[in-house]
Every structure is written in structure tokens, then in C-alpha cells.
């Protein structure tokens, strides 16, 4: 767990081993109901991270959280050895630019077509020339296995490719880190499994570090280097797939049985 306090550069021999990020001690709730009961999670530099949990255990809250949305009541996340929590507007801003975040539903711009929508970006926080961001949208809708469909509009779109085009914007930017929130919420088996090749495809290809919340099991297992199952806004435990399944705690035999104790909902 992470021991590492928000502050200056380590010695450079602890370099190798500093977590991209790291989450320490963190609290919020909100009217007096505790949602995160002090999360502690290290991610390493280009793994894929997913955070498991049941509905309304405080998935995307914990999401929140790691992008400096959410202010917590207590404890640190600690990105590349600077804390979003502590940071002024003006550090958190340039902290934040590290992260591309792939919302549910893919949250696209509906007056926009799909080019305009991974221009988007570009043009905001960029000064590339029009050549250069269309080469970038190809670039990004290529690796999406969406290559040709930048003339769509988005309502011609099926779930499963509004999702994708959602994940080409977030890499418009080449972020290191990559958040998903939910990528499967309300998509067919096949769909599913379609995004999460997607996703395992963006991973290969680009230097990033991702983390993915999810109630899905199976595409937990699909995408996961590590998998940390969140409960009563802890962590309940964090292990390879592999490991994961040999876990004896019966909250999380349950899940992976389909049978959870849905005490949080
Ligand atoms: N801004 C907010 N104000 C008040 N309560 C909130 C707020 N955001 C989240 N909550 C509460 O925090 C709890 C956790 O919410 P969260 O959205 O993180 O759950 P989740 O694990 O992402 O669930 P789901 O799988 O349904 O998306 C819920 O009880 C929710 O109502
Ligand atoms: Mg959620």
C-alpha cells in the first residue's frame, strides 16, 4: 500500500518503483452517508487496472476522485508523485490534462458528428492545423476500429460504436491515463465483448495506464491486468485474474458466483 506522502520528487532510485497513482486513506461521504471508508490503492504505470463492485458501492464516486471531480474529506490521490487533492486550480488543471476519460454511454456531443466530436478536443486544447487533426481523428478512429465512419452522425450510430467513438476522443489528446466508467453498462454480450477487444487493443498500442469501474465480471476478466473488488467504500482485495478467482472471502465468491450480497443497494 501506498506509504507515500504528497510531496516532492523521491530519490531517483525509488523512481522505478512510484505508482502512477496512488490513492491514500480516502474518504467522502455525502449527507452523512459514507460512500469511500478510506480507499487505499496503488496503480502501476501501464497496467490495466479494474475497480469491481456492485451497484452503488461508490464506483464512479472513487472515479471522481482520481480526476480531481470530487474534493474528498480526507486522504490523497497522488498522480506521479503530485497530489490532485492538495494541488492549486492551476496544477490540478495540469494534472488533470494526463487523463482521458471515456464516460458511460460515451457522452458524445449530439450536434456534432463523429469527426467533430474527436476534433473536439483538439481544437480546444491545441493549436494543430487542420491537416494535423485529421490525421489524428483517422489515427484515433482507426485504432477504435472505426476507421471511415467520421462523416456519421452520431444518432446513426449503434451503442456499441457510440462507445468507441467516445474512447477515440478520449485518446484525441494522448493522455497517460485512461478512465473508463462502466464501457458495458447496457450493451449485449457480443457488443461487450467487441468493446472490451477494443479496449485490450488501445492498451497494446499506447503507452497508458487504465482504470476501468465496472460491475461486469466477465469483462472484468477480460481487460484486467489487476482487479480490485470495492465494497462498503473499501477495498476489499486486489489481485490478478487469476488470483482473484482463488479468493476465499465469501463476498467475493458470491460475485463471482452471481449471487452478491447486495447489502449496499
Ligand atoms: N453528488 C452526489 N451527491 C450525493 N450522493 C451522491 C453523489 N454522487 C454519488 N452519490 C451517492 O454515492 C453512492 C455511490 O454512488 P456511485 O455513483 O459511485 O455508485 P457506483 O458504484 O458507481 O454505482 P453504479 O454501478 O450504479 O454506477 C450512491 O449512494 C450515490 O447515491
Ligand atoms: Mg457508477
Known sequence: MASAAPTSEPASGA?????????????????????????????VAGESFVVLGGSGAGKSVLLKHLIGLIHPDRGHVIVDGEDIVCADPSVCLRIRRKFGMSFQE???????????????PLRRHTKMTEAEIADRVHECLELVNLDGVGRKATNELSGGMRRR??????????????LFDEPNTGLD?????????????????????????????????????????????????????????????????????????????
Open 106 to 120: 460515451g457522452a458524445l456531443f449530439d450536434s456534432m458528428n463523429v469527426f467533430e466530436n474527436i476534433a473536439f
Open 165 to 178: 467513438v467516445g474512447f477515440a476522443r478520449a485518446i484525441a489528446l494522448q493522455p497517460e491515463i485512461l
Open 189 to 265: 454480450p457480443l457488443t461487450s465483448a467487441v468493446i472490451d477487444s477494443v479496449i485490450v487493443h488501445m492498451r497494446e498500442s499506447l503507452p497508458v495506464t487504465m482504470v476501468t469501474i465496472t460491475h461486469d465480471l466477465r469483462s472484468a476478466f477480460r481487460i484486467a491486468d489487476r482487479i480490485a473488488m470495492l465494497r462498503e467504500g473499501r477495498i476489499l482485495a486486489v489481485a490478478t485474474p487469476d488470483g482473484f478467482r482463488q479468493l476465499p472471502d465469501p463476498y467475493i465468491q458470491g460475485f463471482l458466483a452471481g449471487e452478491p450480497l447486495e447489502e449496499e443497494a
Open 15 to 43: 523512481l522505478a518503483a512510484r505508482p502512477k497513482i496512488a490513492v491514500v486513506d480516502l474518504w467522502k461521504a455525502f449527507d452523512g452517508k459514507e460512500v469511500l471508508r478510506g480507499v487505499d490503492l496503488d496503480i
